[in-house]
């Protein structure tokens, strides 16, 4: 068949580039993950599934939320996300990627602009692929750039709703973007500044509830419950009538079966503990503080070191996978990032700072990392 053949010529051309992926199983210590908090397999974790199970809440959902799907245990998610991220509502879907499908392509007009920075998620770009609102980036963290695209735009005669779409902590650069300063462009333009939270959520921010928490701009946040919270789907937080335009009109939403009551039940337990236990977030936060120290002190890294994503960029293709697969062999799982997840030329080792790591394991990674370095250079 002409489309098997296609196919395969598809992936022979991927494994020539070393661009091949593979599921591959986890291997050594976690630091490939995003469990930044080590709920995931936490005995935290574990009393509540077994409380949830003993009050009779739900595995399964069985529907769409809008049908049969819906369940108290959903409700109490979003109203005490809401409270704990400030907000006047939430809503829980299956995840990160399905909620930012549906913030941006639900929610600007036609006649809208949607400015973004050019390291926005996949997510984020598909949103604004099947959305209706005219796009244009900006140069990653550069808010004097967003601004003369702005003025540009106006220039040419826009006039609709301006939205800003950026990250708080960039996935695989490991930086911050700067809210601040992006939320007063966002009031200068009554633009409403949408926040990726994903990697932020649990680690960031006072309790963790990210870095956009306190900012002043009408704002929109996207906090997934996969990463630091340790479970699965993800929160929107945001004004009301933004949270119930999304449940009246968001194909991803409407058209999806909703998470089971079984995950929000256990979300709950994790904002619960984020409230109650300041601990988790301060312990994370030490290994963070370790890592770049450690980073530093082996010569890895000459870039600033923000959070719990470290990259190190290696460029070729070939020898960052190479260098993932001795590092695993070593007992460290590390993946190997490459394009398109990357820019072409910047494949690297994304290390993550997991809560399923001591320091001590922290310590060995690096020195190994650097030996190995040392013997490639």
Same mark, same amino acid.
């Given at each position: 068949?002409?489309?098997?053949?296609?196919?395969?010529?598809?992936?022979?051309?991927?494994?020539?580039?070393?661009?091949?992926?593979?599921?591959?199983?986890?291997?050594?210590?976690?630091?490939?993950?995003?469990?930044?908090?080590?709920?995931?397999?936490?005995? +935290?974790?574990?009393?509540?599934?077994?409380?949830?199970?003993?009050?009779?809440?739900?595995?399964?959902?069985?529907?769409?939320?809008?049908?049969?799907?819906?369940?108290?245990?959903?409700?109490?998610?979003?109203?005490?996300?809401?409270?704990?991220?400030?907000?006047?509502?939430?809503?829980? +879907?299956?995840?990160?990627?399905?909620?930012?499908?549906?913030?941006? $392509?639900?929610?600007?007009?036609?006649?809208?602009?949607?400015?973004?920075?050019?390291?926005?998620?996949?997510?984020?770009?598909?949103?604004?692929?099947?959305?209706?609102?005219?796009?244009?980036?900006?140069?990653?963290?550069?808010?004097?750039?967003?601004?003369?695209?702005?003025?540009?735009?106006?220039?040419?005669?826009?006039?609709?709703?301006?939205?800003?779409?950026?990250? $708080?902590?960039?996935?695989?650069?490991?930086?911050?973007?700067?809210?601040?300063?992006? $939320?007063?462009?966002?009031?200068?333009?009554?633009?409403?500044?949408?926040?990726?939270?994903?990697?932020?959520?649990?680690?960031?921010?006072?309790?963790?509830?990210?870095?956009?928490?306190?900012?002043?701009?009408?704002?929109?946040?996207?906090?997934?419950?996969?990463?630091?919270?340790?479970?699965?789907?993800?929160?929107?937080?945001?004004?009301? @009538? +933004?949270?119930?335009?999304?449940?009246?009109?968001?194909?991803?939403?409407?058209?999806?079966?909703?998470?089971?009551?079984?995950?929000?039940?256990? @979300?709950?337990?994790?904002?619960?503990?984020?409230?109650?236990?300041?601990?988790?977030?301060?312990?994370?936060?030490?290994?963070?503080?370790?890592?770049?120290?450690?980073?530093?002190?082996?010569?890895?890294?000459?870039?600033?070191?923000?959070?719990?994503?470290?990259?190190?960029?290696?460029?070729?293709?070939?020898?960052?996978?190479? +260098?993932?697969?001795?590092?695993?062999?070593?007992?460290?799982?590390?993946?190997?990032?490459?394009?398109?997840?990357?820019?072409?030329?910047?494949?690297?080792?994304?290390?993550?700072?997991?809560?399923?790591?001591?320091?001590?394991?922290?310590?060995?990674?690096?020195?190994?990392?650097?030996?190995?370095?040392?013997?490639?250079?």
């Amino acid at each position: 068949m002409k489309a098997i053949d296609r196919l395969n010529s598809m992936l022979e051309v991927l494994d020539n580039r070393h661009r091949r992926r593979v599921l591959s199983p986890r291997r050594g210590l976690d630091f490939a993950s995003n469990d930044y908090l080590g709920l995931s397999q936490s005995p +935290m974790l574990e009393q509540a599934a077994r409380q949830a199970l003993e009050r009779g809440v739900p595995l399964g959902s069985g529907g769409s939320r809008l049908l049969r799907g819906n369940h108290p245990e959903h409700e109490a998610l979003e109203q005490e996300a809401a409270a704990f991220f400030g907000t006047e509502g939430a809503l829980y +879907m299956g995840g990160g990627f399905q909620a930012n499908q549906a913030i941006f $392509s639900t929610l600007p007009a036609a006649e809208d602009l949607v400015l973004h920075d050019t390291l926005v998620h996949a997510s984020t770009r598909e949103g604004l692929r099947i959305g209706r609102a005219e796009t244009r980036e900006f140069a990653h963290n550069d808010v004097a750039a967003a601004r003369r695209v702005i003025a540009e735009w106006q220039s040419a005669g826009g006039s609709g709703q301006i939205w800003i779409a950026v990250e $708080s902590v960039y996935s695989m650069e490991g930086d911050i973007g700067p809210l601040e300063e992006l $939320s007063d462009l966002a009031r200068d333009f009554d633009a409403v500044l949408v926040v990726d939270e994903a990697h932020a959520t649990g680690v960031l921010g006072p309790l963790g509830k990210g870095l956009a928490h306190g900012l002043k701009a009408e704002l929109l946040t996207l906090h997934t419950c996969g990463k630091g919270l340790g479970v699965s789907g993800g929160l929107i937080c945001g004004s009301q @009538v +933004m949270i119930d335009s999304l449940i009246n009109r968001a194909r991803t939403f409407i058209f999806a079966t909703a998470p089971a009551p079984f995950n929000a039940a256990l @979300v709950r337990a994790v904002l619960d503990v984020l409230q109650s236990d300041s601990g988790l977030v301060s312990a994370a936060r030490d290994r963070i503080q370790h890592a770049h120290a450690e980073a530093r002190r082996n010569g890895l890294t000459k870039n600033a070191l923000n959070s719990q994503i470290i990259p190190i960029i290696l460029g070729d293709d070939a020898q960052t996978m190479d +260098m993932a697969a001795v590092l695993q062999k070593q007992g460290f799982d590390i993946r190997g990032i490459r394009p398109p997840t990357v820019p072409r030329g910047t494949s690297r080792l994304r290390i993550s700072i997991t809560g399923n790591v001591s320091k001590a394991d922290i310590s060995a990674l690096f020195e190994t990392l650097a030996h190995y370095e040392r013997e490639a250079a």
